[in-house]
């Protein structure tokens, strides 16, 4: 059964930096699929962050270009997300994904907030 498992989230000033980390494991596939972060506001939809190729090509979502960096590490199955220059509109839950046979999996999220 694949499981994502995220960590890093937590309370940072604005200007601050935080580094997600994403550990997936349950299938020898993941590192064959495109990897991502998204982030949910209450009360909107839930929006792409960045993602990246298992080859480890990025693309990032306009408002976090610049500031945040995602990466990869196949052999062990981890995705990353470093966030720099944190704002408070920042402010949400963060969540991995992958999508094995057109079945997107989560994980079970973590929280960043930026105060102001």
């Known amino acids: 059964q694949v499981r994502l498992v995220e960590s890093g989230g937590g309370l940072v000033q604005a200007g601050g930096s935080l580094r997600l980390s994403c550990a997936a494991s349950?299938?020898?596939?993941?590192?064959?699929?495109?990897m991502g972060w998204y982030r949910r506001v209450p009360g909107k939809q839930r929006e792409l962050v960045a993602k990246?190729?298992?080859?480890?090509?990025?693309n990032y979502a306009d408002s976090v270009k610049g500031r945040f960096t995602i990466s990869r590490d196949n052999a062990e199955n981890t995705v990353y997300l470093q966030m720099n220059s944190l704002k408070p509109d920042d402010t949400a839950a963060y969540y991995c994904?992958?999508?094995?046979?057109?079945?997107?999996?989560w994980g079970q999220g973590t929280q960043v907030t930026v105060s102001s």
């Open positions: 994904n992958v999508n094995l046979w057109a079945y997107d999996y």
């Open positions: 349950g299938s020898i596939f993941i590192r064959d699929n495109t």
């Open positions: 990246i190729t298992s080859g480890g090509r990025p």
